[in-house]
């Protein structure tokens, strides 16, 4: 009987590239680091209902700051390039997390929150524009969603395992 010959490997994830790193950062503190610590953070000055309450909101806030900046960071990047916008944005959602660490945690959240959501909707234009019209940008597209994903997996389990170590603060300044 014949041999049947194997189709190519399948790409693997593979050693991140810059924007990779900055999505699987980005999944990391803010799907992860943020989601479980800001009501820990909260509670310290407010009661647990007000903390949860609070949290929830701002929880909820990186799906709602994402569907309301999406839009605006498009025009945004049409008109100033998507990769200087992108760029401002990310340092913007870093100061945010600063804010947090600082002990100014609301407003370091929603700056952090708001500007999350340029990374989300302007690096797949980044990537698009990076990439040369003959290569596919399809593998670059999956590979910069999965160290997203990875880094929204990792976070949780980082930021659960060293919680009882280090402040939640410290986790956001780190």
Avoid: N, Y
Avoid at 16 to 39: K, W, Y
Avoid at 136 to 165: E, H, I, N, T
Wanted: net charge positive; hydrophobic share 55%.
């Amino acid at each position: 009987a014949p041999i049947a010959k194997r189709g190519p490997r399948p790409p693997a994830l593979g050693r991140p590239r810059t924007m990779d790193s900055l999505f699987f950062l980005q999944g990391m503190g803010v799907d992860g680091v943020f989601a479980l610590t800001i009501t820990l953070i909260l509670a310290e000055k407010h009661s647990l209902s007000v903390a949860v309450l609070s949290g929830g909101a701002l929880l909820a806030m990186r799906h709602v700051g994402e569907a309301v900046a999406a839009p605006l960071f498009g025009m945004l990047g049409d008109r100033f390039g998507a990769a200087r916008v992108f760029a401002v944005s990310v340092c913007l959602t870093a100061i945010g997390f600063l804010g947090v660490a600082a002990g100014f945690t609301v407003a370091g959240a929603l700056l952090m929150l708001e500007f999350r959501g340029a990374p989300a909707s302007l690096g797949p234009a980044t990537i698009v524009q990076a990439t040369a019209a003959s290569d596919s940008v399809m593998a670059p597209l999956a590979r910069m969603l999965a160290w997203r994903d990875l880094g929204a997996a990792v976070g949780p389990l980082m930021a659960g395992a060293l919680v009882g170590f280090v402040s939640p603060q410290l986790l956001h300044g780190a």
